[in-house]
């Protein structure tokens, strides 16, 4: 089927994770396991195939809708440029309102993307435009995912509590959540983000339930990639967070969707850390000489070495380890973003 690009390397068309492919599999042998009168009642509880499929989450992904003037520039169709901007993949007669809708959608994530750049090149004590030769050629991802509700408990590695950050500059958020009965309505994106002290921020609401973060109605929710910790040397966090399936117990056909705009800048853009975001050498000679901090929360160096966007964000990363397994890449790929989070890179 042309559509599904299972791998997650290219960020086009229908995805599904490796590890999520692993998942499916142990969903399937369970079902086998299970009793035919009672697997029968649990398929029949149920109008979502994806459950049915073992499925925890698919996607379905788009790139930056470019012109034929740009396509025929070297930096989309060199060999490196086609590795970040791969051509979409849509149903040509399906559903023929898709393109439109995500290519019009992309375009409004962009201009978002960019104010949100703007005020914080601001906050950060930069010229507003600072990040915008960096980003004007962007290899931005907008996903639409379903979650689907899970029937078969969760096992003992629960993927879908499985923490990860972000490869790019930012990622902008939406979601909702459909319930029978009642229709779809504002989720709150089954997210939940880890604090400063190492809590999952979670709300109880009775003895073993939880409820995740909840996001305004109308609003979107920003998270903060790895290239912006970077950046600012570590002084910005990139947001750990993990996504969770809704619950069995609500209703066994409820679902979750969300929009998930993931903003890259130029793939051959350099990483550096920013000057105000550690001790100049006229800081550190001032508290030589025994004057106050002028700084005190500044690194008194970068902690990260200059770096290319493409060899930090999933494609160009991905790209460099195509001749391993898909699940192998893909655990190297998260090692490499765990590792940019805590100043290891």
């Not at 989309?76 to 995500?102: H, I, R």
Request: hydrophobic share 35%.
């Amino acid at each position: 089927m042309q559509l599904v690009v299972q791998d997650m390397r290219r960020g086009r068309g229908y995805e599904i994770s490796p590890e999520h492919k692993q998942y499916m599999q142990a969903f399937q042998q369970q079902q086998q396991q299970q009793q035919q009168q009672q697997l029968a009642a649990l398929c029949g509880s149920s109008r979502e195939p994806s459950a049915l499929a073992g499925i925890l989450s698919e996607r379905f992904m788009c790139g930056p809708p470019l012109t034929q003037q740009q396509l025929q520039q070297p930096y989309y169709c060199s060999e490196l440029g086609q590795v970040f901007f791969t051509p979409d993949v849509f149903p040509s007669s399906s559903t023929p309102e898709l393109q439109p809708a995500m290519q019009a959608c992309y375009s409004q994530c962009e201009i978002i993307a960019g104010a949100v750049l703007r005020l914080a090149a601001a906050s950060l004590g930069l010229q507003q435009h600072f990040f915008d030769d960096k980003i004007c050629r962007h290899h931005s991802n907008l996903q639409v995912a379903n979650y689907p509700s899970q029937l078969l408990p969760p096992g003992p590695h629960d993927l879908r509590k499985k923490a990860h950050i972000d490869s790019g500059s930012l990622t902008l958020l939406a979601s909702q959540d459909y319930l029978p009965g009642s229709g779809w309505r504002a989720g709150n994106g089954g997210l939940q983000l880890l604090s400063a002290s190492g809590q999952w921020l979670e709300v109880q609401v009775a003895p073993g339930q939880w409820l995740e973060v909840e996001v305004p109605a109308g609003a979107l929710l920003l998270n903060l990639g790895s290239l912006m910790s970077r950046w600012t040397n570590g002084l910005w966090k990139a947001t750990l967070h993990r996504v969770t399936n809704p619950l069995p117990a609500k209703a066994r056909s409820s679902r979750r969707l969300s929009m998930a705009f993931f903003h890259k800048p130029n793939y051959d853009a350099i990483i550096e850390v920013l000057p105000t975001c550690y001790q100049s050498s006229e800081q550190q000679q001032q508290q030589g000489l025994g004057a106050a901090p002028v700084a005190p929360q500044l690194p008194a160096s970068p902690l990260f070495p200059p770096a290319v966007v493409g060899d930090l964000t999933r494609q160009g990363v991905l790209h460099k380890l195509q001749h391993l397994p898909p699940e192998e890449a893909s655990r190297r790929y998260h090692e490499l973003m765990a590792a940019t989070r805590s100043g290891g890179l």
